[in-house]
């Protein structure tokens, strides 16, 4: 039996699936990330083969009736970085069919909005991808977090998090709720031991303490310090809205141009989802909020029935 393999590859999860020819669901495995900034080629390649046997797995299937292959992956930034993790997908074994790579922006993009206006991610990391109707496409945000990426997102809550504990232990602000919980969460009680936490987690998206959770339980009993790092959060991801929106001549090419947003960082958030949307209706009075009615992996299966079909030798 013949199937495709649709691969969402974000920052904290590596979800691949496989569906049969009319989109039946064979398998699904979740895996760690798989990320060409924080990972060799090898311990990617090695990642990628033990996700795809344990999905297929699921069902008995056989790599040489991988029919194709797409994957959305964040860490694609350059055209090195795409050759990098082409190379990977081109190269696995026994897998001889179509493969396309692409940013895992692109493919939310295409999963919320079919692939018209403009798709906000704000997840661990945060980027928008956008295509306007004469077919230009691009992205804004994205970068590293050496160079302040990555604004707005998970990993931006969580370090502003910790920034917010270290006024805390200098007096600048007095004792609430969030500097409780992120003083138990990450059990530290003086200074070198938050000096220490910042040198050696706050540097990679996979070692940042997850803090955004903490900082919504806050913000919800009314911590206004907490509320603040949300609030800050929408208007970093308005900007990269506004970027882009930009780039694609959309105010004056489509008005109306929807936005797709997409991430559990903004989606889960009720503070900065309705900072973020009155923003934008600020702005943007007649553009057209979407919300996810698919998981991204779920595009990917849907992006790769389109796709092609096997090569044959």
């Known amino acids: 039996m013949e199937f495709v393999l649709g691969i969402d590859s974000g920052g904290t999860n590596y979800r691949i699936m496989a569906a049969d020819g009319m989109g039946t669901v064979l ?3 979740i895996g760690p990330p798989v990320n060409c900034h924080y990972l060799s080629s090898e311990e990617m390649k090695a990642r990628i083969e033990t ?3 344990r999905c297929l797995s699921q069902f008995q299937g056989e790599r040489r009736n991988v029919r194709a292959v797409v994957c959305g992956t964040t860490g694609i930034d350059s055209p090195r970085e795409q050759a990098l993790v082409e190379k990977c997908y081109g190269t ?3 897998v001889r069919c179509p493969v396309k790579v692409l940013n895992d922006a692109e493919l939310a993009h295409y999963t919320v909005t079919g692939g018209k206006g403009i798709l ?3 997840g661990t990391g945060s980027i928008a991808f956008g295509r306007n109707r004469m077919g230009v496409s691009a992205r804004a945000g994205g970068w590293p977090l050496p160079m302040f990426g990555d604004e707005g997102s998970g990993v931006w809550v969580s370090r502003m998090a910790v920034r917010h504990l270290g006024r805390r232990m200098d007096g600048a602000v007095p004792e609430t709720p969030l500097s409780r919980y992120l003083q138990r969460e ?7 031991e938050l000096i220490q936490l910042a040198l050696t987690k706050c540097s990679t998206p996979e070692t940042i303490p997850g803090l955004g959770k903490l900082v919504n339980q806050a913000a919800g009993e009314g ?3 907490a509320e603040k790092i949300l609030r800050d959060a929408a208007k970093e991801l308005m900007g990269i809205v506004e970027d882009l929106a930009v780039i694609l001549n959309l105010e004056q090419m489509e008005p109306d141009f929807l936005v797709g947003l997409w991430g559990s960082s903004l989606l889960k958030s009720p503070v900065m989802l309705e900072e973020f949307t009155a923003l934008l209706r600020r702005r943007f009075r007649q553009a057209v909020i979407r919300l996810p009615q698919k998981e991204a992996v779920e595009g990917a299966v849907q992006m790769a029935l389109e796709y092609g079909t096997c090569r044959r030798d």
Do not use: E
């Open 27 to 29: 398998g699904l495995y």
């Open 51 to 53: 996700a795809l046997d």
């Open 92 to 94: 696995l074994r026994d």
């Open 120 to 122: 906000l991610i704000s």
């Open 186 to 192: 990450l059990n530290i009680s003086t200074r070198d």
């Open 223 to 225: 911590d206004a310090y």
